[in-house]
Nanobody
Framework: QLRLVESGGGLVMPGGSLRLACTDP????????IGWFRQAPGKERERVVC????????DYAEFAKGRFTISRDNAKNTVYLQLNSLNVEDTAVYYC??????????????????WGQGTQISVSS
């Protein structure tokens, strides 16, 4: 059973960048599709991007295209989310989620079996 841990959140100024990481320190992410989601105060959780278990397929939400980049290093059991050109609307708790499957990842939060506790990103001047 995965125990996902997110890291890398923090306070950043508009236009700044952060890199989030998602890992399972004990079990590893090999064979797992990983999705990133976010939830802002008073809003529903929304998907950001996902990546299949082999890193060959990704699926970005429109707002993430061109600004965010997902990648994975299976040797390090880590999935990264590079966030560039951040704006105040990106302020949210960011979660990673996992499901054991090959060749596919889903934009639906319900599809994933395992979730991390989240990491807060605050964009403010």
């Amino acid at each position: 059973q995965l125990r996902l841990v997110e890291s890398g959140g923090g306070l950043v100024m508009p236009g700044g960048s952060l890199r989030l990481a998602c890992t399972d320190p004990t079990f590893g992410l090999d064979g797992y599709a990983i999705g990133w989601f976010r939830q802002a105060p008073g809003k529903e959780r929304e998907r950001v991007v996902c990546i299949d278990s082999r890193g060959r397929s990704t699926d970005y939400a429109e707002f993430a295209k061109g600004r965010f980049t997902i990648s994975r290093d299976n040797a390090k059991n880590t999935v990264y989310l590079q966030l560039n050109s951040l704006n105040v609307e990106d302020t949210a708790v960011y979660y990673c989620a996992g499901k054991h499957t090959d060749y596919y990842c889903s934009e639906s939060a319900r599809w994933y079996d395992y979730w991390g506790q989240g990491t807060q990103i605050s964009v403010s001047s």
